[in-house]
Structure formats: structure tokens, C-alpha cells
């Protein structure tokens, strides 16, 4: 039997569990994969560290060049996450005609454009089913099941810790509550910067947009809001409206444009991507001969992310030979990235107002004086005397252009008393809006 | 570039619609296959029927052997569906040497365990995304992203007919309306029974159960439950309870045992499954390492199972030379089929009684001395004088045995009215029971 060495960059969380899936189910493994998988050797920052299982059988180093520059490895496994020095590390081995297996998002996503180079220019293969969604397969079903498809619209969760806190916070708790709990039950990081940001979403996304659309989009160039500015009383709101808010990665073709954001949104209690909760990833592609199918499942954790590691490590070894496997983009389109601002939506707006007459003539006039109509009004109970009071404003769909321009127009009336939160309203419902 | 030339069996809807996205894709999907793909001809009835389109180009024969012996054919595209000729033209196609790439469920159910046979001696490849619940990935989701994995259960909606009538059913509608109204849309065939009866979904989850679990199991050996016997008055004391009626295809681990089903059951509104509606389908996988994932899409139509045959054709282009391709089954398994009878679950009982004191004590007693305990009871409203009234009993978990065996005795009492209706509660809500 053809046997594979396998090279690891790093030995954590992720790369333990792979370890232990390659270790616990070897000759299964290799049935399935048609080759014997061996790891040769680690990559870790203290070889002298006490590992535990599987991981410590595997003989370790601290020198990368005994990965990269191997004779006796063929397949690189990194695992070690971060832009530097993974980058670095994952092109030196692809130059090395290695194919190499990544889970590394934040690389792919700003590097992708480089990476497809030497993946093309050396002959070399590439794999990242685990750098989107953990364990949702959508880079293969991307790669395989829609190759034949012309892709119209992707919208995911890509973030599980973030689709956790916002549902605690839809039960009531606090931000800051929500958030500590998330911590306490390892889903968020101490710095939870990149999940709370949407940075981690919108690096997921630039990934699957360069290979659903063929864009070479960066990160950067996508509008990216996080969860940071949501309360309690907008979740509430949305709840009895019969929405859910989540964190959306939305990619969309409109003409030879793509729109391209990440943003929180209200979506109807009846759409599936309601439904994903806790720290569930879920992405639906609509696509022109296939329709729309959806995608969801575990978005981290060890397990699942090394699952996804272990099935393109089959698939590297079945596809030994097989050259520019796997690139990272489909082919090249003509699409270009929309301006943020043609983007169009209805929106959810609130606002913390002085509760006197001609407030809301004011507020709609200006909505109105920017080509933004109402679909529905919701005044909260009134306060104590004196007490501001909230109004909720449903609009019409309007482009994202409009609506901010209105809304900076609104912000220097003198009856607002800040609280402005604002969220677009990825799909109305159908049904009828109960005041 | 290299040339697959392609024969197809069959060019009705879903050979039309291949024969479209081929023609009108070649180059792009030459790209992606690393192959120009060429239909040669096509085995129809009638050579002289006038044909539209993509598929008015293609040569046609009424002789099957013009594609099974034709020298000038790879690849075979079986898209004729029915049990004969098309299981011997596959078994044909395949000892010739050709791969097959095959939209049907009912061969691959009933033969499965032949057919494996002869792609593997043979060193044949058989491709067959297309069989199961049509645009959604899921044979590829098994073989490829699944494989280094220990499945644990498989739950679907196999059918997008059953699950429209339902949905319509739950509206209020009767059953005959209902089927009518899925005839008129097309979803339903003038002789619905294949899918009222559960055989359909019954044949794709035989599929299922060969490549996810390894065990040869013949459709004829799932026991398999229609919606026939399902009434409006169920389905609205489903919604009232929290749940919807589902049509779902089970297949469990249990020990060295797989149950496996295909029944209505209760599915809790929380529940992605019960997101499912209309003509869609979907399958819900646990798995060791991954989790819970989720699949959903199109289940049936010209276009999605066209665009599965298509993945699949492109697959078999890029693997020419790979033999033993997607294998029907993973590796045996020391698994058996578990009796029915041992099932658990918890149960929707509804009764019509005479509205008599006793009625209750006669039945619930009849529960307990075979081991049913209940969970909770419903009357409804009292009809006029004399008219019997509606029980809805809750029970606890119980084996179908003992459920069955109870209900035996029940339906002797002279206090029943008939419409006995019974469901299985696949998965209980967690919040309490609003009555």
C-alpha cells in the first residue's frame, strides 16, 4: 500500500484531535484514503512540553525547516493559525511541491490571491475545508456539488460565538453578560475582538467569495459591522416582530456586481437561518440550476475542525498526483464589488426620542426628503414624565445609501436622545406585522 | 484536452435538462472537469419525436446496445428510471468498463449489493448523487466529508410530495384536497402511491443506510409508514402541542443494532427539520467527531437532479483511471438490523370515545400493564349528546412493541369510536406543554 507522510505545523487544540482521529483510526483511514497516513513529525514551540494521547507519540521540533524542507514528507498539515509565520510556512511548502492541508482562515482570506499563484505555478494542492464553518463541508460542496452551478447568492453564520451571545441576549441578558458567558463556556476568546467585530466573519466570507464567485476580494474591502452595538430592547423587538437578529455573511450578485457585506440582520422566525442557534454555522447558497440548499453544523471546536482537517487529508491522498487540486478560486469573472451604498434593504430602525408632539413628523419627513418610506410605526409605552420614549420604525426596502444619509440628518435633531440602533431586515415576513 | 465521450439512457425531463447545462456550459465545464464532454447519443423510444432545444441536437437510437457496446462511449448517463431495462443496462454499462453516472434510487436500493459487486470486480465507477433527495449534496457530504467519520444516526425528509401534502394538511386542508393540489403543481404523480406510501423515501434511505453504515439492507426489510392514515385533526393538535408531522427516514446506531424507518413522526417547531417546507428535502447526520450537520435543498425537479448529474459527470471526468470510484458502500460493518419492535420512542396517541366516565381508567390501565406511561392528556371539547369526543394521550418513552401491543388491546374495547391515529414523537420539546 502507497503510504503518505504527513507533516505537522503546530500541535494544539486542533491539532491533537487530528493526531488522535489519524492515530485511533488508522487502518480504516487508509482504506478509505487507498494510502497508509503516518505522521513524521511536529512543528510546536516546546518540544520539552508533556502532551497527553496520541499527541504524544509524535516525534516534535521547533525548527520548521525540518517540515518544509523534509524529503520524508509529502503532505504539510498546518494547524497553527495566525497570518505569520503561517503564511510564510504554507507558501514555502507548496514551492516544495508539498500539498498542504490548511484550517488557517485569516491566511486564506488575505492571501488567497497569492496562495492560488503558487498553487498554479508549482503544480502544487491546497485544502481548507476547515478554515470556513469548521465542520460544515461548504468548500467541498462549493468545489464538487455546484461546480456545474452559476452561484447567485451566499448568506451564512459564520461566526458560532457571536450567534451564541446574541441568544442569550434575545432571552434578556445584557451584552456584557452575554459575552462573559460565552468566555466562560470557552466559546469566546479573552480578546473577543475578532469574533465581536465581524473580522472573523467577513474572513470567512472574502473565502468563499473568491471561490464561489472568482472575486480576489479582501478582507478589508468588505463592509464589516459587528454585534457590539446591539441591546437587549433590539432583540426584543425583533422577537415580537417575528424576527431573530443574527451576524450575516451576505455575498450577492446583482448585474456584474457583487455585493458583499457582513452585518447584523433581522431574519423571520420561519427562515432555516433562524433556526441555527447557539454556536451553529449555517450557510444557504442560492444557485441558478439547483436553487437554494443550506449547510449547517458544528463552526469550531476541536473535533469537528480536525474532522474536516482528516477528510481533506483523504482527499489529498487520493488525489496524489493530481495537479492545481483544489485552487482557491472558481474561474475568473467579470464581477466587481458593489458600492456598500446601492446595497438595498428594509430596515428596522429605533430611536430614543423626547415624547412630544411633531417627533415623528420630523423623523419622517427627513426619511421621506431621502427617498425612505415607512411600512410601519411602533410607539413603546410611554415613561415617566419627561422620560424619553422609544419609537420603532419598519421602512420600505431603500438602498443602505439612503437610509445613512437620512439618519445622519436625523442624529442632529435636537429631540433624539441617542440609543439610534439600526438594522436592515434580510427577508420580510409575509405575514402581517401585529402592533 | 482530454475528450469523455458521454451516451445517455434516457432524455426525458432530467435527460433534457443535462443535455442543457451541457451544451450550453461546454467550455466552462470542460474547465472544471479537465475534459470537453460530448453527448454522443441517446437511447430513447421514439426516434421521431420532435424535441426542443438542447436536446433536439443529440442523436438518438431505440437500441440500448448503440450505447452499452459502443466503442466511441466512456461515460453512460442513466436517466431512464424504473427498475428494467435500466438495471441491466447499468450492470451492462459497467462490466463494459464505462462509468455510470445514475439518477436511480430504485435500482440502487434494490441492487445495491449486486451492483457493488460488479464495480468491484470490474475495477468499475458508479456515481449517484442524483438518487437521493435530488439537489442536495448528500451522497458526495457521505463519501467525501463524512469519511473519516463514525455516523450515529441519519434522519431525513426524503420526499418533497409528502412533505408539500403535509404542509398543506397542517393548513387544514383533508388529505384528498391536499393531494389533489400537490397533482396540480406537478409534485405528485397521477399515481401518487410510491411516495404516499413511503416506498420512495424507504428507497432512499436503503441507499443511505449501504454507504453511511455498510450494512446490505433491502428496501423490503424497513418497516415503512405513509401519511395515508394521517388526519388535519392530528396535524392541528401537532401545531397546538408545538410540533410538526414529519415524514421522516430513520437510521440509527443502536449497540451492533441499526433501527431503521421510514414513519410520520412529531417534530418539534424548534427542530431544523421542522423548518422543512414545502417540496424541500433534508438530512439531518450525527456523527463521532463532527456533530449534528445539517443538509437541505431541492429535492426533486428537472433542473436540481440535472445539476447533480452534471457534479457527478465532472467528478467521473476528473477521476478517469481511479477505479472502484464512489463505492456504493463504506466498509462493512459488523452492524444488524434491529427489530422494529425494540424502537423507542415517545408516543401522540388520539382516541375517539364515548364520552362516558371509565373511558379513561379503561384505557390508561390498559397503557400501564404494558408499560406505557403517560405523559400527559387531552380532552377535547365535548360534542353534541351521544357524539364521541377526541382523547389525546402523551405518552413517556415506550418501545413500539409495547405501544403496539397496548393499542392491540385498546382497539377491542367497545368504547372506541375508530379513528385510532398514532405517531411517534421523535424528538420531545423541551418547554412545557401548553393545554
Chains 1, 2 share one sequence.
Do not use: C
Not at 451576524?247 to 458583499?260: T, Y
Not at 483544489?326 to 428594509?346: F, G, N, Y
Amino acid at each position: 500500500m502507497k503510504k503518505l507522510r504527513v507533516g505537522m505545523l503546530g500541535l494544539g487544540t486542533v491539532g491533537k484531535s487530528v493526531a488522535e482521529i489519524l492515530i485511533q483510526n488508522q487502518s480504516w483511514i487508509a482504506g478509505r484514503a487507498g494510502a497508509s497516513i503516518q505522521i513524521v513529525r511536529a512543528l510546536v514551540r516546546q518540544t520539552r512540553k508533556r502532551r497527553e494521547g496520541a499527541a504524544s507519540k509524535i516525534p516534535t521540533t521547533t525548527n520548521a525547516q525540518d517540515i518544509l524542507d523534509a524529503d520524508d514528507i509529502d503532505i504539510v498539515i498546518e494547524v497553527m493559525g495566525g497570518h505569520e509565520p503561517a503564511y510564510g510556512y504554507i507558501t514555502q511548502a507548496l514551492k516544495r511541491g508539498k500539498a498542504v492541508v490548511t484550517a488557517n482562515k485569516a491566511v486564506l482570506a488575505a492571501h488567497g490571491l497569492e496562495i492560488a499563484k503558487v498553487v498554479q505555478q508549482h503544480h502544487a494542492a491546497i485544502y481548507y475545508e476547515a478554515a470556513v464553518a469548521g465542520g460544515v463541508p461548504i468548500i467541498r460542496t462549493l468545489r464538487h456539488s455546484l461546480i456545474s452551478d452559476r452561484i447567485q447568492r451566499i448568506r451564512g453564520i459564520l461566526n458560532g460565538t457571536t450567534n451564541f451571545i446574541l441568544g442569550l441576549m434575545e432571552k434578556g441578558e445584557g451584552y456584557d453578560t452575554a459575552l462573559r458567558q460565552a468566555q466562560k463556556e470557552g466559546y469566546a476568546e479573552a480578546d473577543p475582538t475578532l469574533d465581536i467585530s465581524g473580522a472573523d466573519a467577513r474572513d470567512k466570507l472574502a473565502i468563499l467569495i473568491q471561490l464561489a464567485f472568482g472575486l480576489d476580494v479582501h478582507p478589508s474591502e468588505i463592509p464589516t459591522e459587528g454585534i457590539g452595538s446591539l441591546t437587549p430592547e433590539v432583540l426584543a423587538d425583533a422577537r415580537q416582530l417575528g424576527y431573530r437578529v443574527k451576524l450575516l455573511a451576505i455575498a450577492k450578485r446583482v448585474g456584474n456586481k457583487l455585493e458583499a457585506r457582513v452585518q447584523p440582520a433581522f431574519v423571520p422566525f420561519e427562515h432555516h437561518l433562524s433556526a441555527v442557534l447557539d454556536i451553529e454555522n449555517a450557510i444557504s447558497v442560492d444557485s441558478e440550476a439547483l436553487g437554494t440548499t443550506l449547510y449547517v453544523g458544528p463552526g469550531a471546536g476541536g473535533m469537528p475542525t480536525a474532522s474536516a482537517v482528516i477528510s481533506d487529508l483523504i482527499e489529498a491522498a487520493q488525489q496524489q498526483g493530481v495537479k492545481n487540486a483544489m485552487s482557491l478560486r472558481s474561474q475568473r469573472t467579470a464581477l466587481k464589488l458593489a458600492k456598500p451604498e446601492a446595497a438595498i434593504s428594509a430596515f428596522y430602525v429605533r430611536f430614543l426620542v423626547e415624547d412630544r408632539p411633531g417627533v415623528l413628523a420630523a423623523i419622517t419627513r427627513i426619511l421621506a426628503s431621502n427617498n425612505v418610506s415607512l411600512a410601519a410605526v411602533l410607539q413603546h409605552e410611554r415613561g415617566l414624565d419627561d422620560e424619553p420614549v422609544a419609537l420603532v420604525i419598519l421602512t420600505h426596502p431603500t438602498t443602505h445609501g439612503a437610509m445613512s444619509k437620512a439618519l445622519n440628518k436625523i442624529k442632529q435633531l435636537p429631540i433624539l436622545h441617542g440609543g439610534l440602533s439600526v438594522v436592515p431586515i434580510e427577508e420580510q415576513r409575509v405575514t402581517k406585522v401585529e402592533s
